[in-house]
């Protein structure tokens, strides 16, 4: 199957600063999504990307399907922003996770 | 819009009983759903797809006599945790993609699941 691996596994911040979080992929996939899991363990859509570039707000992601990567950015960081991000990938319908980024923001 | 609800939100059981956990898309209907598994500071692993009409697909290594699965309407899954150990307590975690749109899979708020 698929193999998704994030970096980095774990990042500490101070407030106001940007971050860049990457997951790579090692096929081609039809399905990429970036979550925020919040401490309480819900899942909370980011970005629906198999490839290309969005923003919302604060937050953008990029996919180079062809070079198997994506890359999101989240700008002015803030506590709120603090958890774990999960990108998945998939190459039919069924999702493969990745192993998390650990994000701290420290106030 | 596309919200998924998930009941109970967490449960204690005594070893040996059996639970069913609940998911639910409340404003699309959805062919498929699936069940995933989280331990704590892990990442999700998928457990099995749920086609609304048919038999669960479960993924190697997952035990379908004991998690069963039933999609009885394209709106609703159930996932029944039979004679449940201790080593099944977990947080069990939901999905749906929206018949007839992309792909893209929305999540369920989890299930904590302690056995004792």
């Known amino acids: 199957g698929i193999q998704v691996e994030q970096s980095p596994p774990d990042l500490i911040l101070q407030e106001g600063a940007n971050s860049t979080l990457r997951c790579n992929f090692s096929?081609?996939?039809?399905?990429l999504q970036w979550f925020h899991q919040n401490p309480w363990g819900q899942l909370i859509n980011l970005f629906y990307i198999p490839s290309g570039t969005k923003q919302n707000g604060r937050l953008s992601a990029t996919t180079v399907a062809t070079e198997r990567y994506s890359l999101l950015y989240i700008s002015s960081s803030q506590t709120t922003d603090s958890g774990v991000y999960f990108c998945?990938?998939?190459?039919?319908?069924?999702?493969?996770f990745g192993t998390g980024t650990r994000l701290t923001i420290i106030p | 819009g596309a919200v998924v609800s998930q009941h109970p939100s967490w449960v204690i059981c005594k070893s040996g009983t059996s639970v069913k956990i609940e998911c639910r898309s409340l404003d699309f209907q959805a062919t498929t759903m699936f069940w995933y598994r989280q331990f704590p500071k892990q990442s999700l692993m998928l457990m099995a797809t749920s086609n609304e009409g048919s038999k669960a697909t479960y993924e190697q290594g997952v035990e379908k006599d004991k998690f069963l699965i039933n999609h009885a309407s394209l709106t609703l899954s159930t996932l029944t945790v039979t004679s449940a150990h201790p080593e099944d307590s977990s947080f069990y975690i939901c999905s749906a993609s929206p018949a007839g749109g992309r792909n893209e899979q929305y999540f369920g708020p989890g299930t904590r699941l302690t056995v004792t």
């Open positions: 096929d081609s996939v039809n399905n």
């Open positions: 998945a990938v998939a190459g039919n319908e069924k999702l493969t």
